[in-house]
């Protein structure tokens, strides 16, 4: 039987949308390697969100970086594709992103398997042999293994790799725009606190 405590939560609770998303995607990708049976679509859902917490990067780290061209001018930096925000971005604090090396190279191979994803496909031919478990269903099993094969990083070191090189490329930008360490940790960097109810235990 599990047995239920009431805490008390207090403070503000704010939202940094780029360590929550990471951390989300990060959750997302350990699941992957532990739930075979549901591994393609917690893939895809990393992998959008994965490319969601660059996206939110972009719109934390921007505004401070580029203070006046970020929502002003005739071209504003926030209406740009992403891969050009960050060229911007990386510009004005100093770093160059050049999208032929990495850990450039991933970034931009990150937002292009999260472009494809909205791309439908033609049909393509299918004629292999797949091992499946005794009591799977094997439809089922069959449709995750192909589609995972003909998605891109749908592979989970190849999305492990590529979420890596991600992370140390948007941590240059961070760390040479004067970020925050603190913000990286999502409870750490919690303004609130949380503290146990007296006589609160129950089944």
């Known amino acids: 039987m599990n047995t239920k405590r009431n805490v008390r939560v207090s403070?503000?609770?704010?939202?940094?949308p780029w360590p929550e998303l990471n951390h989300a995607a990060r959750s997302l990708r350990r699941m992957a390697r532990e739930e075979a049976g549901f591994r393609l679509h917690l893939m895809t859902g990393s992998l959008v969100l994965t490319a969601m917490a660059v996206e939110a990067f972009c719109a934390t780290v921007g505004p401070k970086?580029?203070?006046?061209?970020?929502?002003?001018?005739r071209a504003p930096v926030v209406r740009k594709p992403l891969a050009r925000q960050l060229e911007l971005i990386g510009a004005g604090v100093g770093v160059f992103v050049d999208f032929d090396l990495e850990p450039w190279t991933s970034v931009r191979q990150l937002l292009e398997a999260r472009s494809d994803l909205l791309v439908p496909k033609p049909g393509f031919g299918?004629?292999?042999?797949l091992s499946v478990d005794e009591d799977a269903d094997a439809r089922f099993d069959a449709h995750m293994t192909v589609q995972a094969q003909h998605r891109t990083l749908h592979g989970i070191a190849d999305l492990e790799r590529v979420a890596v090189e991600v992370n140390r490329g948007l941590l240059y930008l961070w760390?040479?725009?004067g970020g925050d360490e603190l913000a990286l940790n999502?409870?750490?960097?919690?303004?609130?606190?949380?503290t146990e109810v007296p006589g609160s235990g129950q089944p």
């Open 186 to 194: 999502v409870l750490e960097a919690a303004q609130w606190t949380v």
């Open 11 to 16: 403070g503000s609770a704010d939202y940094r």
């Open 65 to 73: 970086a580029l203070p006046e061209a970020w929502h002003h001018g």
């Open 175 to 177: 760390d040479a725009a």
């Open 126 to 129: 299918v004629d292999e042999v």
